[in-house]
């Protein structure tokens, strides 16, 4: 059978597929297939072997535990450049790096597009994998649906602050490096992974597995998944948090300056790119979001801000003379001595002038002494 080939990825293509989720926003299959049929991220399956890894539970939209001899984390990314300058960073700290507080690779490697050998068009697509030691859930998915029933949630106040120790500990590291992480927020801080038995049952669970199909009938385009499987939580156990995704990470040059664009907007934006579009201090933009991850923590999931105001620096006032008063609405629930300790830290890594912004190397100290 000659295969399907689309000439280009229409928008919107999950307006011609049936539901292929449960509906949620936590399995985003029906919008991710302009990726697939772009060719900007791979079709793999679930059991398929992929350069001696097995792919065992989907953890998310590009992300699976694999196993081999030490269950390994595979996570597939499209051949980029941002994906070549992650590979690089990747390398750079497997080298350099010998925190237990920041997450590094174990392995790297590239696979061919599913159609390689079947089609001309994809002879040379190809995507870059990379693989991790496996980490538990990240901050952001325990405050899902989502988050596995038998972990131990909402996070106690002591273990709160002991993540909050550990990702400052791995941010100082890469800075000492010379590294700018660009890009921390919850869902980029591991929790460690759960029990070797925990993650034995999770992998006994079948799959919940739905067919990719076309609303009119006609055939699946082959450069499509055949089917998708719903990602799964994989909890979290004791051992420390890590820092991780290195996605929007660079080495920072003496006297570089750096645009809005090269920070992620993972969370709310540096004031500093409102009144200029460079920054040459960019250390003091990962304090600036180290600040809102802080909150995070200490709040189970509350946002200091909101993520995209429509005035950033009236929001900005607003949030910051509620948190001086102790009248924002999460953190004053939070024990007294953590609120007195935590306020004027997160306070001073938001400073609207970067200069005269709390540092990640002097945040050691402070987050160490309580």
Not at 78 to 101: A, P, T, Y
Not at 173 to 184: K, P, Q, T
Not at 320 to 333: I, Q, S, V
Request: glycine fraction near 6%; include cysteine; proline fraction near 8%.
């Amino acid at each position: 059978m000659k295969p399907v080939i689309p000439k280009k990825p229409p928008v919107s293509l999950f307006r011609q597929y049936k539901q292929i989720t449960d509906g949620t926003q936590y399995w985003r299959d029906n919008y991710l297939l302009e990726q697939w049929a772009g060719s900007k991220r791979p079709v793999v399956y679930y059991a398929q072997d992929l350069n001696g890894y097995r792919l065992s539970k989907r953890l998310g939209d590009w992300c699976w535990l694999a196993r081999d001899t030490s269950n390994k984390f595979f996570l597939g990314q499209s051949g980029n450049g941002q994906v070549k300058r992650e590979l690089d960073i990747n390398r750079f700290l497997r080298e350099r790096c010998q925190s237990r507080h920041v997450c590094t690779i174990k392995d790297s490697f590239s696979i061919q597009h599913h159609m390689a050998k079947s089609h001309p068009k994809y002879r040379d697509v190809s995507f870059d994998v990379i693989a991790y030691p496996p980490t538990g859930t990240d901050l952001q998915m325990i405050h899902t649906p989502l988050a596995r029933g038998n972990s131990p949630l909402p996070l106690s106040p002591k273990r709160q602050v002991q993540c909050i120790k550990e990702v400052v500990r791995g941010v100082a590291e890469l800075h000492s490096l010379g590294i700018v992480h660009a890009d921390i927020h919850p869902g980029n801080v591991a929790l460690p992974p759960p029990s070797d038995e925990d993650i034995k049952a999770l992998l006994d669970e079948p799959p919940v597995e739905h067919k990719v199909e076309r609303l009119d009938g006609a055939p699946t385009p082959n450069c499509l998944p055949r089917s998708v499987v719903k990602p799964q939580d994989l909890g979290f156990g004791e051992g420390p948090c890590k820092i991780m995704d290195f996605g929007f990470s660079f080495q920072h040059s003496e006297g570089a300056i750096y645009k809005a664009e090269d920070f992620s907007k993972g969370a709310t934006k540096a004031i500093e790119f409102e009144t200029s579009e460079t920054t040459a201090q960019p250390f003091k933009v990962d304090s600036w979001y180290i600040g809102q991850l802080i909150y995070y923590i200490l709040t189970n999931g509350g946002n200091l801000m909101d993520p995209r105001p429509s005035n950033l620096p009236s929001h900005f006032r607003d949030c910051m003379t509620e948190l001086e008063k102790g009248t924002d609405d999460f953190l004053a629930n939070s024990p007294m001595d953590v609120q007195q300790h935590f306020r004027p830290i997160i306070r001073q890594l938001m400073d609207e002038d970067p200069a005269e912004r709390l540092s990640v190397e002097d945040l050691v100290a402070r987050t160490e002494s309580f």
